[in-house]
């Protein structure tokens, strides 16, 4: 009789490819979702420093000076989506719901290995395995709880690393497999699970659990530390434990730079002042609350915030503490004749310690996104209890009615999960949608920031006003909401209320760069550019390297005639970042003030290879050009130029004065005209189109234009000299 282990490669393979298919299914929707404004900004759509995967971009993932938690693995995947994808945001849904797809399957292996290992020495179908394996893999990657990791693209590390956390399961799994152990091949597989285990970390660090995670594996189901506690410390265990080292040296060295990298992320001013007695009450509390979603995956969230004044004996703390001690409790005893509980409880545990609250490093008490993999034992026990039930129908221990109502439920619910997931994909569709379904779900002060936030980047301040003030009510002296109420003001044109929100956030956080930038640009913006240097110069004391607040200090000391000084805060902004292109364009701006144009053209070149979409870069290229000499590639740079922005006049009237130096000077009327129908009022290319149509000998229509050009501007002395000249000119005819 054939083993259905040995099964043929389509049979073995026709689950997993459904698994793929269903779980691809139901996230779809998450293909036609945007970026939202949490996160994304920051790390993706106004981060230029990881697209693409050239050196520099290399240097900065790996050399860990960047805006995250060390994850280089991670910012590679993102590097290939801009190769790949660019900046839409579908190609990067795509390669995370590819990711988490693929989890999926390779859970379905782990779990279908975890199961056989549980079943040692006891007679066990193999088809009962495969269902309960198959149950197992849906229950994880279709559960609501999945989609924050899957379809919030900055959450691509959590797909990321469970894959290779997956993995390294998995080949620790085959090097233990009979006869493998100690052989080329078993080692093999297991310095594979090492570098698993290593990719993992370096894809998040949360990773930390893998090597716990297999000692809990080794005790249930592998059953390779004996029988009790005793027999862990024996002789025998030994290798067991040495095993472990070469993950726990990765952990080491990993953990290290996430350690030193997380102290420069937290700012403890924004978390909520709290003892150990309420840390203890927040991790138990967040433990029974993924418990509950877990079983009830209603009323996700982006965002659960942690109260501001936390009563641990309140009574959503202690039903959680009693929860906890009964769930525990249970496991505890029931370990002899269920012993995969207490592992299962234990690993929840295990893989959620670093995110529950007993060190704390942020303001929520909880997020969907930490289940990923906590949330495995789970769907794992699920499987067993589908597999046990149906063995023991096979056996005659179960009937037909109970083993149909067991049929029923593990069918409804992989169909009821993907489609609560498919309905909480949908909700991360746009930012506004997503915080408009935060707020709704748990509303809070942090939500209603976050939604003015995303109105404000929409281009929506006075929408976004009313959700920055409920912040400000909800909490009152909350300096970010305070501080993007002054941005939403200025954007809105009341400057100086805008200063007043500044100033007002500057009394109690004085020591914030950015807070003193957007002072000082609003100040500049009101007229007042001494000021405006004040704050500029204050936020430098600050920050050093802040590379916008040299940039905007360079613009106001160039507008008040000071442009040596301004050339070295650009070429400053430039060696803290050397990717600005408004920084070498500026500069290339000052230098032609300065009567550099040689230099000036290398900063206009470097600013459009940076950003070949800007616009105002090329048409300072093609001034500097022209000023050289270089009239074709002058007009090349005007006209690429219009193409990006054909409503840019200035634009116009430079590629219309090119073309005059070129002897062109009926192309040059025509770009002259253009020039005036976006700005009608501009005396300057009423003067210009007045030479062209003279450079042409059409005198009158040239007398036309110098008439117009003084009616707006009456002392604009040139176009009174032309016009003199026009009509001297037509009399002499």
Same mark, same amino acid.
């Given at each position: 009789?054939?083993?259905?282990?040995?099964?043929?490669?389509?049979?073995?393979?026709?689950?997993?490819?459904?698994?793929?298919?269903?779980?691809?299914?139901?996230?779809?929707? @998450?293909?036609?979702?945007?970026?939202?404004?949490?996160?994304?900004?920051?790390?993706?759509?106004?981060?230029?420093?990881?697209?693409?995967?050239?050196?520099?971009?290399?240097?900065?993932?790996?050399?860990?000076?960047?805006?995250?938690?060390?994850?280089?693995?991670?910012?590679?995947?993102?590097?290939?989506?801009?190769?790949?994808?660019?900046?839409?945001?579908?190609?990067?849904?795509?390669?995370?719901?590819?990711?988490?797809?693929?989890?999926?399957?390779?859970?379905?292996?782990?779990?279908?290995? &975890?199961?056989?290992?549980?079943?040692?020495?006891?007679?066990?179908?193999?088809?009962?395995?495969?269902?309960?394996?198959?149950?197992?893999?849906?229950?994880? @990657?279709?559960?609501?709880?999945?989609?924050?990791?899957?379809?919030?693209?900055?959450?691509?590390?959590?797909?990321? @690393?469970?894959?290779?956390?997956?993995?390294?399961?998995?080949?620790?799994?085959? @090097?233990?497999?009979?006869?493998?152990?100690?052989?080329?091949?078993?080692?093999?597989?297991?310095?594979?699970?090492?570098?698993?285990?290593?990719?993992?970390?370096?894809?998040?660090?949360?990773?930390?659990?893998?090597?716990?995670?297999?000692?809990?594996?080794?005790?249930?189901?592998?059953?390779?530390?004996?029988?009790?506690?005793?027999?862990?410390?024996?002789?025998?265990?030994?290798?067991?434990?040495?095993?472990?080292?070469?993950?726990? &040296?990765?952990?080491?060295?990993?953990?290290?730079?996430?350690?030193?990298?997380?102290?420069?992320?937290?700012?403890?001013?924004?978390?909520?002042?709290?003892?150990?007695?309420?840390?203890?009450?927040?991790?138990?509390?967040?433990?029974?609350?993924?418990?509950?979603?877990?079983?009830?995956?209603?009323?996700?969230?982006?965002?659960?915030?942690?109260?501001?004044?936390?009563?641990?004996?309140?009574?959503?703390?202690?039903?959680?503490?009693?929860?906890?001690?009964?769930?525990?409790?249970?496991?505890?005893?029931?370990?002899?004749?269920?012993?995969?509980?207490?592992?299962?409880?234990?690993?929840?545990?295990?893989?959620?310690?670093?995110?529950?609250?007993?060190?704390?490093?942020?303001?929520?008490?909880?997020?969907?996104?930490?289940?990923?993999?906590?949330?495995?034992?789970?769907?794992?026990?699920?499987?067993?209890?589908?597999?046990?039930?149906?063995?023991?129908?096979?056996?005659?221990?179960?009937?037909?009615?109970?083993?149909?109502?067991?049929?029923?439920?593990?069918?409804?619910?992989?169909?009821?999960?993907?489609?609560?997931?498919?309905?909480?994909?949908?909700?991360?569709?746009?930012?506004?949608?997503?915080?408009?379904?935060?707020?709704?779900?748990?509303?809070?002060?942090?939500?209603?920031?976050?939604?003015?936030?995303?109105?404000?980047?929409?281009?929506?301040?006075?929408?976004?006003?009313?959700?920055?003030?409920?912040?400000?009510?909800?909490?009152?002296?909350?300096?970010?909401?305070?501080?993007?109420?002054?941005?939403?003001?200025?954007?809105?044109?009341?400057?100086?209320?805008?200063?007043?929100?500044?100033?007002?956030?500057?009394?109690?956080?004085?020591?914030?760069?950015?807070?003193?930038?957007?002072?000082?640009?609003?100040?500049?913006?009101?007229?007042?550019?001494?000021?405006?240097?004040?704050?500029?110069?204050?936020?430098?004391?600050?920050?050093?390297?802040?590379?916008?607040?040299?940039?905007?200090?360079?613009?106001?000391?160039?507008?008040?005639?000071?442009?040596?000084?301004?050339?070295?805060?650009?070429?400053?902004?430039?060696?803290?970042?050397?990717?600005?292109?408004?920084?070498?364009?500026?500069?290339?701006?000052?230098?032609?003030?300065?009567?550099?144009?040689?230099?000036?053209?290398?900063?206009?070149?470097?600013?459009?290879?940076?950003?070949?979409?800007?616009?105002?870069?090329?048409?300072?290229?093609?001034?500097?050009?022209?000023?050289?000499?270089?009239?074709?590639?002058?007009?090349?740079?005007?006209?690429?130029?219009?193409?990006?922005?054909?409503?840019?006049?200035?634009?116009?009237?430079?590629?219309?004065?090119?073309?005059?130096?070129?002897?062109?000077?009926?192309?040059?009327?025509?770009?002259?005209?253009?020039?005036?129908?976006?700005?009608?009022?501009?005396?300057?290319?009423?003067?210009?189109?007045?030479?062209?149509?003279?450079?042409?000998?059409?005198?009158?229509?040239?007398?036309?234009?110098?008439?117009?050009?003084?009616?707006?501007?009456?002392?604009?002395?040139?176009?009174?000299?032309?016009?003199?000249?026009?009509?001297?000119?037509?009399?002499?005819?």
């Amino acid at each position: 009789m054939t083993d259905p282990r040995q099964r043929g490669p389509r049979v073995s393979w026709a689950i997993p490819l459904g698994i793929f298919a269903l779980t691809f299914l139901a996230f779809l929707p @998450s293909l036609w979702n945007g970026f939202v404004d949490w996160d994304d900004p920051l790390n993706l759509t106004e981060n230029p420093d990881y697209r693409g995967l050239g050196w520099s971009q290399l240097k900065w993932m790996f050399g860990g000076n960047n805006t995250n938690f060390y994850m280089p693995l991670t910012w590679l995947t993102y590097g290939l989506d801009y190769t790949l994808w660019g900046m839409n945001p579908a190609g990067y849904h795509l390669t995370s719901l590819l990711l988490h797809a693929l989890n999926a399957c390779v859970f379905y292996f782990v779990a279908l290995r &975890l199961l056989r290992a549980a079943r040692r020495g006891e007679p066990a179908r193999d088809s009962a395995l495969r269902a309960g394996a198959a149950l197992a893999a849906l229950l994880f @990657s279709l559960h609501p709880l999945r989609v924050e990791s899957v379809v919030w693209a900055t959450e691509r590390r959590d797909v990321l @690393s469970g894959l290779f956390y997956l993995l390294a399961i998995l080949a620790y799994l085959h @090097s233990l497999e009979p006869g493998a152990a100690a052989t080329p091949r078993g080692r093999a597989w297991y310095w594979s699970a090492v570098a698993a285990g290593l990719c993992a970390l370096l894809s998040k660090p949360m990773a930390v659990s893998l090597p716990v995670i297999l000692v809990l594996l080794d005790i249930y189901p592998l059953r390779r530390l004996g029988s009790g506690p005793v027999s862990w410390l024996a002789p025998a265990a030994r290798r067991v434990w040495l095993e472990k080292m070469p993950f726990v &040296l990765c952990n080491a060295a990993t953990s290290t730079v996430a350690l030193l990298r997380l102290g420069e992320l937290i700012d403890p001013t924004a978390l909520p002042p709290m003892n150990w007695l309420g840390r203890l009450a927040v991790s138990v509390y967040a433990l029974a609350f993924y418990l509950w979603k877990t079983l009830v995956p209603w009323n996700l969230s982006a965002l659960y915030e942690q109260p501001l004044l936390l009563d641990p004996t309140a009574w959503p703390f202690v039903l959680s503490a009693l929860t906890v001690a009964a769930v525990t409790v249970i496991a505890v005893s029931l370990r002899r004749r269920w012993p995969s509980l207490l592992t299962v409880w234990l690993a929840f545990v295990v893989v959620l310690l670093p995110v529950l609250g007993i060190i704390q490093i942020q303001s929520m008490i909880a997020a969907d996104r930490y289940t990923y993999l906590a949330c495995l034992g789970w769907a794992l026990l699920a499987g067993g209890i589908l597999a046990s039930a149906i063995e023991a129908h096979a056996a005659g221990r179960l009937g037909k009615r109970a083993m149909a109502l067991i049929a029923v439920v593990a069918l409804a619910l992989p169909i009821g999960l993907g489609g609560l997931a498919w309905m909480q994909t949908r909700v991360w569709r746009d930012s506004e949608t997503l915080w408009a379904h935060t707020v709704a779900v748990t509303p809070s002060a942090r939500a209603h920031l976050h939604w003015g936030r995303s109105l404000i980047r929409e281009g929506k301040p006075d929408e976004a006003i009313p959700h920055l003030r409920e912040a400000l009510r909800l909490r009152p002296g909350y300096s970010f909401a305070r501080f993007d109420l002054g941005v939403a003001l200025e954007a809105q044109g009341d400057l100086s209320a805008a200063v007043d929100e500044y100033r007002a956030v500057l009394r109690d956080r004085p020591d914030v760069a950015n807070v003193h930038y957007s002072l000082g640009s609003a100040l500049h913006r009101l007229g007042r550019p001494a000021e405006a240097i004040e704050q500029y110069e204050a936020a430098l004391r600050l920050e050093p390297t802040f590379w916008p607040a040299h940039v905007n200090l360079g613009a106001a000391l160039a507008a008040q005639g000071r442009l040596t000084e301004a050339v070295e805060h650009y070429r400053e902004a430039l060696r803290a970042n050397p990717r600005i292109a408004v920084a070498e364009n500026n500069l290339g701006r000052t230098l032609l003030r300065l009567d550099r144009p040689e230099e000036a053209t290398q900063h206009f070149q470097r600013a459009v290879e940076i950003d070949p979409r800007n616009a105002d870069a090329r048409n300072n290229l093609g001034s500097a050009l022209a000023r050289e000499g270089k009239l074709v590639d002058a007009i090349d740079q005007f006209e690429a130029a219009l193409r990006l922005s054909p409503a840019y006049a200035e634009a116009r009237s430079n590629l219309g004065i090119a073309l005059m130096r070129a002897n062109r000077p009926v192309d040059a009327a025509d770009h002259f005209r253009k020039a005036l129908e976006i700005n009608p009022g501009s005396a300057e290319a009423h003067n210009l189109l007045g030479i062209a149509l003279a450079r042409q000998g059409r005198m009158r229509e040239a007398a036309g234009q110098f008439r117009d050009a003084l009616r707006i501007k009456p002392d604009f002395d040139q176009a009174r000299a032309n016009l003199g000249q026009a009509l001297a000119e037509e009399r002499r005819r």
